[in-house]
């Protein structure tokens, strides 16, 4: 990465310093490439990041489309809260999954037999994405997810 994009990208990082830069609603696609199963899915939706229980409840919903399978209504929550210096996000039922911050953009969760790890990617804020990779004994998938907000909620 060249002197300028690091640059940039460091200013538009340095832009997300807490939750109150995803407060609000925000479009989402994402797409599901399964290297086990051999297919792909797709999501189009919505996330609403709402002040509530000492942070954000974060709700994903959305029509997912998983390889020639019946389109299905997907949907899940969970809870973003400021800490030591990042957010920590846990699963909606309070157990932990995982820290990051502007700075430490990548963690992971070890969910035995299963690793999920995430690297999240703010150099185009306020679009920003999350890209999965999760392995195990019956998973090998990479899931990415792009935010925008929606238009009218800034």
Known sequence: MGRR???QHHRQAAEVTGLAEFEGRWS???KIVDQRAGLTGRLQGEAR???GQGGLVVT???MLRYGDGAPLQAER???WRSEAGGIAVFFYDGRAFH???AEETEASHDC???LYQVRYDFSTWPAWRAIWQVTGPRKDYVMESRYARRP???
């Open 28 to 30: 989402l696609s994402r």
């Open 60 to 62: 994903e919903t959305g």
């Open 152 to 154: 009218g909620d800034l």
């Open 112 to 114: 035995p037999p299963d």
């Open 49 to 51: 990041f709402e002040v």
């Open 99 to 101: 820290w990051f911050s």
């Open 5 to 7: 994009l690091r640059q």
């Open 77 to 79: 929550r969970y809870l």
